[in-house]
């Protein structure tokens, strides 16, 4: 019984040796490698796009004209049946072009010709078969108010637009231009540095002898799986579900994605240590924009301290890596 017992505990031990694995790294070659992303680089004309994209986006609000069809007019409006609200009669600052035919009969034609600031009460029926059975044929009045109204062919370029978009009373069209091209070139960089990363991250684990703590790594799944099980229950749907609708993948793949962004991360480390590569003041200033923070402090203050640094690892270590690649 004794013999039984010892041989027992021995498969018992050789088995949990087998299943636990702990970290290891024979970093294989990471210079010289090739890679085929290219930064883009913003022109005027996409600037110009973008800025006529906004300028649609940001129409002028007139309030000096009457109201005619095609604008859209701004309006508060409650419904009254015999001097009572009914239900969704009722919206403040509600945008409707006028001609679109969005409500009932005749009360588009009635906002047409109102001057903003204008109120006026708008005796309708509503329509027989209308879908709500208990309006269907009813009398009721809408008192309207109409606030603004907008025009995309009324559309400018210029320091109002800027204003507009901006919410700044002092905003100029030139100020506008240059937030726009640094926000798309930080757009391009954000772009091509994590594709780049991608690319030769890769290709480094792959030339590489790469063991992930199994403890650590059975953790970081059940931290993923857990995390889009709960988002996934907020959308009434199961995880499977979720992960192929919200990010076309499969719970395998995903988790297999976990793994392999650990390796990432220990060659990464390992460069990193070996080459003692530090940021530059420029490239934490770089970190801090592309996370949409004004500055390294910033950037600190929202993520901590530990945090950063390693955002700082990563970024100066994929250029290092991008320079030191194959021209």
């Avoid at 027992?8 to 088995?15: G, I, K, N, P, R």
């Avoid at 009932?104 to 009460?121: L, T």
């Amino acid at each position: 019984a004794e013999a039984t017992a010892a041989a027992t505990e021995a498969v018992t031990e050789t088995t949990v040796s087998q299943n636990e694995t702990e970290e290891s790294l024979v970093l294989g070659e990471y210079k010289g490698l090739t890679h085929t992303k290219v930064k883009d680089e913003v022109t005027s004309g996409e600037v110009e796009a973008h800025i006529h994209s906004l300028a649609t986006q940001y129409p002028p609000r007139k309030t000096d004209r009457l109201a005619k069809e095609g604008d859209t007019a701004n309006i508060d409006y409650e419904g009254k049946m015999d001097d009572v609200a009914f239900e969704g009669g009722t919206a403040y600052a509600h945008d409707l072009e006028l001609g679109s035919g969005e409500f009932i009969e005749g009360f588009e034609e009635a906002v047409i010709g109102m001057m903003p600031g204008e109120e006026k009460d708008i005796p309708l029926t509503f329509p027989e078969d209308y879908y709500q059975e208990s309006l269907a044929g009813k009398d009721v009045v809408f008192r309207v108010k109409l606030n603004y109204v907008t025009n995309l062919d009324e559309v400018e370029i210029n320091d109002e637009l800027a204003q507009r978009v901006t919410y700044k009373k002092d905003a100029t069209l030139e100020q506008l231009r240059n937030e726009t091209r640094e926000k798309m070139e930080i757009n391009a960089e954000v772009y091509y540095y994590l594709e780049s990363a991608a690319e030769l991250l890769t290709q480094i684990v792959e030339n590489s002898e790469v063991t992930v703590d199994s403890e650590l790594a059975e953790e970081r799944v059940d931290e993923f799986r857990n995390q889009y099980t709960a988002q996934a229950m907020l959308y009434g749907m199961d995880y499977k579900t979720f992960l192929s609708a919200f990010m076309n993948t499969t719970p395998e793949q995903a988790e297999a994605d976990v793994v392999n962004s650990m390796k990432e991360e220990m060659v990464m480390n390992e460069i990193i240590k070996l080459e003692n590569i530090q940021a530059t003041d420029q490239q934490k200033q770089a970190v801090a924009r592309m996370n949409g923070c004004d500055d390294p402090e910033h950037l600190a203050e929202r993520y901590g301290e530990e945090q950063a640094e390693k955002m700082y690892g990563m970024y100066a270590g994929t250029y290092f890596l991008i320079e030191n690649a194959a021209k």
